[in-house]
Structures are given as C-alpha cells and as structure tokens.
T-cell receptor, first 111, second 113 residues
Framework: GQNIDQPTEMTATEGAIVQINCTYQTSGFNGLFWYQQHAGEAPTFLSYNVLDGLEEKGRFSSFLSRSKGYSYLLLKELQMKDSASYLCAVPSGAGSYQLTFGKGTKLSVIP | DADVTQTPRNRITKTGKRIMLECSQTKGHDRMYWYRQDPGLGLQLIYYSFDVKDINKGEISDGYSVSRQAQAKFSLSLESAIPNQTALYFC????????????FGPGTRLTVL
C-alpha cells in the first residue's frame, strides 16, 4: 500500500514564502500530485511531478525527489486567499489510476 | 457550467434510510470515483469505475453501493444510513490519456441523525 505523511497544520505571514513537505512510501511510483482545497470546497489540481526536480507555475512550485520519496510545495508571495488545505497524492500502486491522498496540510495565512 | 456536478449538495437524513447521491460529468472521461472526507482523515476512496461495465471497491466500500448508469453518470447509495456515514462526499473523474489528474465535483454534505 501507500503511506503518505505531511504536516497537519502550518501558519505563515502574508507576503512570505512557505514550504509544505510530503514524504511517501509507494509500491510503484507513477507521479505525485498536489491539490488545493478550501474549507468545504472541492480539491483543485495544482501540480503533477513525475521526474525529479523543481517545476514552477507562477507563485507555486513543486519539487520531487524519487530516490528520497520526498516532495514539497513552495508557495511564494503568500496571499490571504492561499489559506487552505494542501493535499499530496500518489497513485495507489504500480500502474494504478486510483490515487491515495495524504491527510492534508492546513495552511493559515495571517496578516 | 460545471464539468462535474453532484446532487444534492446538502442532505440530512435519519438512521436506516436509503440515500442516493448522484454525480454527472460533461468531461467525457471514462474513469469516475467516489470519495468521502472526514475532518482529519483526508479523502478515502469508496468505489471507482473505469467504464460502464467496470465497478471496483475502494478502501471503505462497506455500507455503500454504486451504479454506473452511463459514461456520464455514477451514483452512490447508502443502503441503510448510519450516523458514522456523516461526511462530505466527493465525486471525481479522470482521463487516463493525460496525467490522470482527477477533477472533483463540488461535494455533497451528508448528515445522518
């Protein structure tokens, strides 16, 4: 099975940079997803990493190290609207199309 | 218009009642999923379907059943609702030709009294 670990909560200041870490153990790696979920709303896709390295998309970047089973999501120039939960997810097995989600990191952005 | 819709958006019911949650999508995706989300537990997969004739149990299927009436429709039923099925339920779709990114519906908040 899959095992995903991420911090439960984080707090950061508006305008700052925050890094949300995710470690995973998987029986067959096939990419890692990050989703954003505002309270009571649907998760929305942020990024997908299948190769090692950093991928940048505007204020958000995602990093992957397959050898270390490690990823992080980097949010720059934090805005109040970035207050949300951030979910890390990996396929549920080699060649699987189902995703196993982490429990999410609740980020609070304060003035 | 939303690509993935769920009805109802909110439902309050009593223990023992049969409940159906419906999901429709206009994305043309073959793969559809039902999740439940409880505070602090993340998203848990209940059932998934890769086409109309393919239904698979997820990690927490006990007490639930599904029906894939068409490519665009995937319904979740609670045969006899119990209070610990109170949760937020999400439907999702994915397209295997790409990254298999999942697209979520807006969710149904179900309360079982």
């Amino acid at each position: 099975g899959q095992n995903i670990d991420q911090p439960t909560e984080m707090t950061a200041t508006e305008g700052a940079i925050v890094q949300i870490n995710c470690t995973y153990q998987t029986s067959g790696f096939n990419g890692l997803f990050w989703y954003q979920q505002h309270a009571g709303e649907a998760p929305t896709f942020l990024s997908y990493n299948v190769l090692d390295g950093l991928e940048e998309k505007g204020r958000f970047s995602s990093f992957l190290s397959r050898s270390k089973g490690y990823s992080y999501l980097l949010l720059k120039e934090l805005q109040m609207k970035d207050s949300a939960s951030y979910l890390c997810a990996v396929p549920s097995g080699a060649g699987s199309y189902q995703l196993t989600f982490g429990k999410g990191t609740k980020l609070s952005v304060i003035p | 218009d939303a690509d993935v819709t769920q009805t109802p958006r909110n439902r309050i019911t009593k223990t023992g009642k049969r409940i159906m949650l419906e999901c429709s999508q206009t994305k043309g995706h073959d793969r559809m999923y039902w999740y439940r989300q409880d505070p602090g537990l993340g998203l848990q997969l209940i059932y998934y379907s890769f086409d109309v004739k393919d239904i698979n149990k997820g990690e927490i299927s006990d007490g639930y059943s599904v029906s894939r009436q068409a490519q665009a429709k995937f319904s979740l039923s609670l045969e006899s609702a119990i209070p610990n099925q109170t949760a937020l339920y999400f439907c999702a779709t994915s397209d295997p030709t790409g990254s298999n990114e999942q697209f979520f519906g807006p969710g149904t908040r179900l309360t079982v009294l």
